[in-house]
């Protein structure tokens, strides 16, 4: 089993920044692939960025040029660096870990809540 703690969310104002952190514990394998996706009240849950073992990232266009996606492969910590904000991010963020190959978990954590208002 993996257990998934995210941290860093709060309330901050359109064009302010927030940094998420996750540190994974447990099972992990490696290669494996970690993410931040985000849920909306009454929307569906979207991905936002993945980042796997090696470093190779993926992010959603909705997201480019604003989020970053990093990790410290020897804390087992993913991070997420928002930047320039919007209302429209308002969402929980959660964490996921996906050990590779698949058949070897997939995980999530409890989410973190983010709220851009002003």
């Known amino acids: 089993q993996v257990q998934l703690v995210e941290s860093g969310g709060g309330l901050v104002q359109p064009g302010g920044s927030l940094r998420l952190s996750c540190a994974a514990s447990?099972?992990?394998?490696?290669?494996?692939?970690m993410g931040w996706y985000r849920q909306a009240p009454g929307k569906q849950r979207e991905l936002v960025a993945t980042?796997?073992?090696?470093?190779?990232?993926y992010s959603a266009d909705f997201v480019k040029g604003r989020f970053t996606i990093s990790r410290d492969n020897a804390k087992n910590t993913v991070y997420l660096q928002m930047n320039s904000l919007k209302p429209e991010d308002t969402a929980v963020y959660y964490c996921n870990l996906r050990n590779l190959p698949q058949s070897r978990g997939d995980y999530w954590g409890q989410g973190t809540q983010v709220t851009v208002s002003s």
């Open positions: 447990g099972s992990i394998s490696r290669p494996n692939v």
């Open positions: 980042i796997t073992s090696a470093h190779s990232t």
